[in-house]
């Protein structure tokens, strides 16, 4: 919540911000960081995000977007699963594939993050 309020401007701090995961599944995941922020802003600006998109990388303290791990299979597994758009850190879509019916868009920051959402 902090950097997307020092990074994009969006102030959630007087907001009452709950995460639930489906069966109470612990997340360790460092991948699903992009799709909370994701999710939270969507929520925030009521704007709501196509869900035919994914989005997947890890969010540094700067408001960077990081690599992640085993992107190619992430990003084939999603388009497997009828997914169409995939947003990825910029540093891992040189590892990428062409991907048949999944439009790849390379983020570096939330900022990117922001406009390629909404």
Request: hydrophobic share 50%; with cysteine; charged share 25%.
């Amino acid at each position: 919540m902090a950097v997307l309020d020092k990074i994009c401007g969006l102030h959630l701090s007087g907001s009452d911000i709950f995460i639930n995961v489906a069966g109470g599944v612990r997340v360790e995941e460092p991948a699903v960081d992009l799709g909370i922020v994701a999710a939270m802003t969507s929520s925030f600006l009521d704007k709501p995000i196509d869900g035919r998109t994914i989005v997947l990388g890890e969010v540094g303290l700067a408001g960077e977007v990081r690599a992640i791990s085993q992107m190619e299979v992430r990003v084939k597994e999603a388009a497997r699963l009828g997914f169409n758009r995939c947003l990825v850190p910029k540093t891992n879509a040189a590892q990428l594939a062409k991907i048949a019916k999944m439009e790849i868009c390379k983020i570096s920051s939330l900022k990117e993050l922001l406009e390629n959402l909404f």
